[in-house]
Each structure stands twice: as structure tokens, then as C-alpha cells.
């Protein structure tokens, strides 16, 4: 069997942009994919809506254990105005920003759109994509005919190939097709994995109570703290669950209570209303209005009654009749609420996978493996994941690029 120039496993949102940006350059790369239909991720992602991209980004809007600079360098290859520019003018997707958000959605509202158009560039760019087509073994060859790699598929279908790039996502709804084989198989090649963890995912509460409180959705400052020490804060929108907790705000911090080092780690909430000192203020000035009253005029009834059973407080107690000792424990409910946690609703639901292929081991510039060459990584299973906003996308699509552009740099140099 002769080798292709070079195979792209994973036609998700990095493996489609590898294999336009591949094809582009002459690479005339095969993408090979799990599911039937590529794109399975793109079509859900956004409630349906696909949040293509943010509006304004920042390093501190991604996270991973490697090098900041090196993360620098990888986005400064493609900055966030050009990849507007081509979703907008060579995809011919029209974008809109979502005001509140800053999020950037097609104005169609369609994650379909993006997908389709995904993948009429990939056919026009002469990329192909094989389908169903799932890798479940790797093996590094040395033929005459230039092959590196021998890909085996769990029916026992071989390609063999000159370069190969694994786009093969995390592990986090594993329904798409992105099952987590990825990581194994960069492992058996060789390379270190910062811990995998879900990350983007609901909580657990460890106190039954909040339950009562599931589908009220507020505006709340998080801080995931470790001692003293604030590790993030962040604030947006917050939503009460069966289970616990999630919306924007939790899913952003959740990555501190996923991970592998999340002993010790606390999450605490400032339910946005009014500022410690104001609310100190009311409950002292408060007079003959009752302790729930005041806080009724801030917070929803119901997590009014909740953070009030949590200081031992009586709702209908007069302002002037709270004693400090029960002032001070409510104070610290409003501004400084301890939200125990029981877990996370892991990979069934998080958004993506934290952890992945450490960028030490990849040459910045091409995003080229250092312990195999030939081998590129780009996407969700390399060591980086950014916050709800469109982040990983971008991150999807820059490395996607940037990997393709390389392959075909290698081959033609070779030619
Ligand atoms: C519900 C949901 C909503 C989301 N919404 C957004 C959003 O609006 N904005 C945003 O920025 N991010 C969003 N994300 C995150 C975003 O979808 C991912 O970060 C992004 O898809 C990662 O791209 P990727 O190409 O690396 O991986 P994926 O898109 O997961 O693609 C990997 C592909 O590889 C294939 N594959 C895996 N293993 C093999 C194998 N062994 N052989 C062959 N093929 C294989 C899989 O089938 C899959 O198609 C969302 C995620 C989820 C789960």
C-alpha cells in the first residue's frame, strides 16, 4: 500500500482546519474520523449555536501548564482579526457579537452553517475525509517510500503515512467521537500528559438544601481560593442546579475543583447585590424591617431563605435585634458564601478536557512533536483550554492551522 503525504486523524473543528490549511499548501492530506458524519462537536457546540469565537481575547483567557510565552507565540500566528476575517470573508459566514457576552455567533444562529462551510473548504481545498474511519493503533515504520507512520483501524483497515497529525479532541462528551484514544495513543508515542481532567463542568453541592433552589439563575462573583491565596475570580452569570451548581461563572472555575491538585481548594461566592460594607450598612441601619426583608430587596426569595438557614438567622428577626455574632456569620453568607462541594458532573458533560500533550514537547512554531518527527499535535488534546467564550475554538482553529501549514512546509521542502 503506498503512503499518503499525510493523515489527519480527527475531523473535528482542529483536524478540519489541519486539513484546509494542509491541503492549501499542497499536502493533499486524507482525514480519517470515528463517526459517520465529521464536525459532531461543532454541530452541538453553542446550544446549537456555535460561539465560533471571542470578541476580544487575552492570554489569561486560556490555561495551561506549559510556557505563557510559548502560548503567545502559538496565538500570535494567527491574531483573532484574521481569523474573524476568514470565518467572515472565506467562509462567507456572517458573525455577529453577542453584546452582553462578547461572544461571536454566525448570524444565522446556526452551528450547522459553520460546520457546512467547514467542510465544503476542506472538499475545495482537495482534502479528503475518510468516514467511519476510527484509529486504534499506531506504529512508527521507516519505508523507502517515505511512510513514518503504519494507522490501524478497529476493523483492521491500515493507511500508512509520511506525516500524520493527531486531532483527536479530549475525552469530554464522548458521544461525538472524541473518546479519549487520542491521549493513549500520544502516550505509546512517547509523550508526557499534564494530568486530564474534566474542565468547563457542572458542580456538585455537598449541601442538599441548595437543591431547593435549582433553576434560579443570578449574577454572582466567584473566587476559587486555596488558603489565602485567590487562585481565580471571575464573575458572570450563576445557575442553581439539582445536582449543585453551574452557568457561565461555574463552569470557568470549575477546572480548579476538577483537577488533580484540587485539595484544599475552595469555591466561594459573593452574591451580587450589594458590595460587604453596603450590606453591612442595611442590616445595621435597618431598624424595625425584618433581616429577610432587607435581603428580599436584593436576592430572589428562595437563596434569601437558604443563605439565611445557613446563618442560623430568623427571616422575620428585626434589623435591630440581630446580634453581631449573627450579622457577622450572615455577612460572610452574602460575601463570602463557602459552597461545599461533592464533585463534578465530569466528562459526560464538561465542555472539554483539561491536561493533554505538554507544549514542551512540541516545537512552537509548528506545533511539530519533539520526540517524533513527522507527528504533529493541534487541538483539544494538546495542554490548553480556555474559558466559555468561544476560547477553545479559537484555539481549535489557530493550532488546526498552524499544524496543516507545517505539514505541507515539511513535505514541499522534501519534494
Ligand atoms: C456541548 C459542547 C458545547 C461546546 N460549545 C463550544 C462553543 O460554543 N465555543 C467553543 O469555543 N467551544 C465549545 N466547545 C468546546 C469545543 O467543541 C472543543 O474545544 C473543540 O471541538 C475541540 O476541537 P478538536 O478538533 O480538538 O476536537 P473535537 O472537535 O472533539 O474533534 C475530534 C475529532 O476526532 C475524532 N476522533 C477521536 N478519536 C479518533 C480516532 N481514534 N480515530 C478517528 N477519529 C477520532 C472524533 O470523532 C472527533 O470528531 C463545546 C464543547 C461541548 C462538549
Given at each position: 500500500m503506498s503512503a499518503e503525504n499525510c493523515v489527519i486523524v480527527g475531523a473535528g473543528a482542529a483536524g478540519l482546519m489541519a486539513g484546509?490549511?494542509?491541503?492549501?499548501?499542497?499536502?493533499?492530506?486524507?482525514?480519517?474520523?470515528?463517526?459517520?458524519?465529521?464536525?459532531?462537536k461543532i454541530r452541538i457546540s453553542g446550544g446549537g449555536r456555535c460561539n465560533v469565537l471571542p470578541s476580544v481575547v487575552e492570554l489569561s483567557d486560556f490555561h495551561t501548564s506549559g510556557s505563557s510565552h510559548a502560548l503567545r507565540n502559538l496565538f500570535a500566528t494567527w491574531p483573532l482579526e484574521r481569523v474573524t476575517e476568514f470565518f467572515e470573508r472565506e467562509l462567507g459566514i456572517a458573525l455577529y457579537v453577542e453584546e452582553e457576552t462578547g461572544k461571536v455567533f454566525p448570524k444565522?444562529?446556526?452551528?450547522?452553517?459553520?460546520?457546512?462551510?467547514?467542510?465544503?473548504?476542506?472538499?475545495?481545498?482537495?482534502?479528503?475525509?475518510?468516514?467511519?474511519?476510527?484509529?486504534?493503533?499506531?506504529?512508527?515504520?521507516?519505508?523507502?517510500?517515505?511512510?513514518?507512520?503504519?494507522?490501524?483501524?478497529v476493523d483492521g483497515r491500515e493507511l500508512f503515512a509520511r506525516t500524520l497529525v493527531l486531532a483527536t479532541g479530549g475525552k469530554s462528551v464522548p458521544k461525538t467521537g472524541s473518546d479519549g484514544r487520542g491521549f493513549e495513543l500520544a502516550r505509546e508515542l512517547g509523550h508526557t500528559l499534564a494530568p486530564l481532567h474534566a474542565a468547563?463542568?457542572?458542580?456538585?453541592?455537598?449541601?442538599?438544601?441548595?437543591?431547593?433552589?435549582?433553576?434560579?439563575?443570578?449574577?454572582?462573583?466567584?473566587?476559587?481560593?486555596?488558603?489565602e491565596c485567590v487562585l481565580e475570580e471571575r464573575e458572570n452569570d450563576f445557575l442553581f442546579t439539582h445536582k449543585g451548581f453551574s452557568g457561565p461563572v461555574v463552569l470557568d472555575v470549575s477546572r480548579h475543583f476538577a483537577a488533580p491538585d484540587a485539595e484544599g481548594v475552595r469555591l466561594l461566592a459573593h452574591w451580587l447585590g450589594l458590595h460587604r460594607l453596603d450590606w453591612d450598612e442595611h442590616l445595621r441601619q435597618g431598624g424595625k424591617k425584618t433581616v429577610g426583608g432587607i435581603l428580599r430587596e436584593e436576592l430572589p426569595r428562595r437563596v434569601v431563605a437558604w443563605l439565611l438557614a445557613r446563618a442560623e438567622v430568623d427571616a422575620e428577626r428585626k434589623a435591630s435585634e440581630l446580634s453581631r455574632e449573627r450579622r457577622l456569620a450572615?455577612?460572610?453568607?452574602?460575601?463570602?458564601?463557602?459552597?461545599?462541594?461533592?464533585?463534578?458532573?465530569?466528562?459526560?458533560?464538561?465542555?472539554?478536557?483539561?491536561?493533554?500533550?505538554?507544549?514542551?514537547?512540541?516545537?512552537?512554531?509548528?506545533?511539530?512533536?519533539?520526540?517524533?518527527?513527522?507527528?504533529?499535535?493541534?487541538?483539544?488534546?494538546?495542554?490548553?483550554?480556555?474559558?466559555?467564550?468561544?476560547?477553545?475554538?479559537?484555539?481549535?482553529?489557530?493550532?488546526?492551522?498552524?499544524?496543516?501549514?507545517?505539514?505541507?512546509?515539511?513535505?514541499a521542502a522534501k519534494t
Amino acid at each position: 500500500m503506498s503512503a499518503e503525504n499525510c493523515v489527519i486523524v480527527g475531523a473535528g473543528a482542529a483536524g478540519l482546519m489541519a486539513g484546509i490549511f494542509a491541503a492549501r499548501g499542497g499536502a493533499r492530506p486524507v482525514i480519517v474520523e470515528t463517526k459517520e458524519k465529521p464536525g459532531a462537536k461543532i454541530r452541538i457546540s453553542g446550544g446549537g449555536r456555535c460561539n465560533v469565537l471571542p470578541s476580544v481575547v487575552e492570554l489569561s483567557d486560556f490555561h495551561t501548564s506549559g510556557s505563557s510565552h510559548a502560548l503567545r507565540n502559538l496565538f500570535a500566528t494567527w491574531p483573532l482579526e484574521r481569523v474573524t476575517e476568514f470565518f467572515e470573508r472565506e467562509l462567507g459566514i456572517a458573525l455577529y457579537v453577542e453584546e452582553e457576552t462578547g461572544k461571536v455567533f454566525p448570524k444565522s444562529d446556526d452551528a450547522g452553517e459553520v460546520l457546512d462551510a467547514l467542510l465544503a473548504a476542506t472538499h475545495a481545498a482537495g482534502a479528503r475525509i475518510e468516514s467511519p474511519w476510527q484509529l486504534e493503533r499506531l506504529e512508527r515504520v521507516a519505508h523507502d517510500d517515505g511512510a513514518r507512520f503504519r494507522l490501524i483501524a478497529v476493523d483492521g483497515r491500515e493507511l500508512f503515512a509520511r506525516t500524520l497529525v493527531l486531532a483527536t479532541g479530549g475525552k469530554s462528551v464522548p458521544k461525538t467521537g472524541s473518546d479519549g484514544r487520542g491521549f493513549e495513543l500520544a502516550r505509546e508515542l512517547g509523550h508526557t500528559l499534564a494530568p486530564l481532567h474534566a474542565a468547563l463542568v457542572p458542580l456538585y453541592s455537598a449541601d442538599p438544601r441548595s437543591a431547593e433552589l435549582a433553576g434560579i439563575a443570578l449574577r454572582v462573583r466567584l473566587r476559587a481560593v486555596r488558603g489565602e491565596c485567590v487562585l481565580e475570580e471571575r464573575e458572570n452569570d450563576f445557575l442553581f442546579t439539582h445536582k449543585g451548581f453551574s452557568g457561565p461563572v461555574v463552569l470557568d472555575v470549575s477546572r480548579h475543583f476538577a483537577a488533580p491538585d484540587a485539595e484544599g481548594v475552595r469555591l466561594l461566592a459573593h452574591w451580587l447585590g450589594l458590595h460587604r460594607l453596603d450590606w453591612d450598612e442595611h442590616l445595621r441601619q435597618g431598624g424595625k424591617k425584618t433581616v429577610g426583608g432587607i435581603l428580599r430587596e436584593e436576592l430572589p426569595r428562595r437563596v434569601v431563605a437558604w443563605l439565611l438557614a445557613r446563618a442560623e438567622v430568623d427571616a422575620e428577626r428585626k434589623a435591630s435585634e440581630l446580634s453581631r455574632e449573627r450579622r457577622l456569620a450572615l455577612l460572610r453568607e452574602l460575601v463570602d458564601c463557602d459552597l461545599v462541594l461533592a464533585g463534578d458532573d465530569g466528562y459526560r458533560t464538561a465542555e472539554v478536557t483539561g491536561g493533554g500533550v505538554v507544549l514542551e514537547e512540541l516545537v512552537t512554531k509548528t506545533l511539530e512533536s519533539r520526540r517524533v518527527p513527522g507527528l504533529y499535535f493541534c487541538g483539544e488534546i494538546v495542554d490548553v483550554t480556555g474559558r466559555i467564550g468561544g476560547f477553545n475554538f479559537l484555539w481549535a482553529w489557530v493550532s488546526g492551522r498552524l499544524a496543516g501549514q507545517s505539514v505541507a512546509r515539511e513535505l514541499a521542502a522534501k519534494t
